[in-house]
Antibody
Framework: EVQLLESGGGLVQPGGSLRLSCAAS????????MSWVRQAPGKGLEWVLT????????YYADSVKGRFTISRDNSKNTLYLQMNSLRAEDTAVYYC???????????WGQGTLVTVSS | QSVLTQAPSASATPGQRVTISCSGS????????VYWYQQLPGTAPKLLIY???QRPSGVPDRFSGSKSGTSASLAISGLRSEDEADYYC???????????FGGGTKLTVL
């Protein structure tokens, strides 16, 4: 069974940094692109970043370009999201998701809440 | 303002058929696959439809997807109370070089 487990969320002050992790199991991690999708409280889904299976290519939403970095360690089956210069509008539940070619985001992790507030 | 446009809400009674629409443009729906996700209250989203009209294993055939031009639709027939959820459409956008989502449609089963 494919499982994704996010961790690292919490409360951080504006301008601060946070690193999220997503531990994957049940599939050949290095063969699949992975993504982060976030959802602000009471709002819809917003795609944030995607990284290819070998880590060679990354794709960023304009809203986080220059502030967030996606990376992966295929030896540890773990996806990361480094978030710097955090703003109040970055407050959201952050989900990691497996992205198979033409098969969509499937599955999703349970999410981890990031709150940016002073 | 989402790149893909969905009505914010829809409602129907049990047993009925309901359709949720998603409108985009030539750079996304018009040239790329459409995906649909179901988010039950308090849970993570779940893939419902992929490649416009394909159902993952385990998704009942009451759920179906279609696409025409720059618009897509999700149909749910034989509506059940457990279908009450938020539904999101998504597609890759060539102009933005990124994934775009609709704003979501909250389905209420009366």
């Amino acid at each position: 069974e494919v499982q994704l487990l996010e961790s690292g969320g919490g409360l951080v002050q504006p301008g601060g940094s946070l690193r999220l992790s997503c531990a994957a199991s049940g599939f050949t991690f290095s063969s699949y692109a992975m993504s982060w999708v976030r959802q602000a409280p009471g709002k819809g889904l917003e795609w944030v970043l995607t990284i290819t299976g070998n880590g060679g290519s990354t794709y960023y939403a304009d809203s986080v370009k220059g502030r967030f970095t996606i990376s992966r360690d295929n030896s540890k089956n773990t996806l990361y999201l480094q978030m710097n210069s955090l703003r109040a509008e970055d407050t959201a539940v952050y989900y990691c998701a497996k992205l198979a070619s033409s098969d969509g985001f499937n599955p999703w992790g349970q999410g981890t809440l990031v709150t940016v507030s002073s | 303002q989402s790149v893909l446009t969905q009505a914010p809400s829809a409602s129907a009674t049990p047993g009925q058929r309901v359709t949720i629409s998603c409108s985009g443009s030539s750079s996304n729906i018009g040239s790329k696959y459409v995906y649909w996700y179901q988010q039950l209250p308090g849970t993570a989203p779940k893939l419902l439809i992929y490649r416009d009209n394909q159902r993952p294993s385990g998704v009942p055939d009451r759920f179906s997807g279609s696409k025409s031009g720059t618009s897509a639709s999700l149909a749910i027939s034989g509506l059940r109370s457990e279908d009450e959820a938020d539904y999101y459409c998504a597609a890759w956008d060539d102009s933005l070089s990124g994934w775009v989502f609709g704003g979501g449609t909250k389905l209420t089963v009366l």
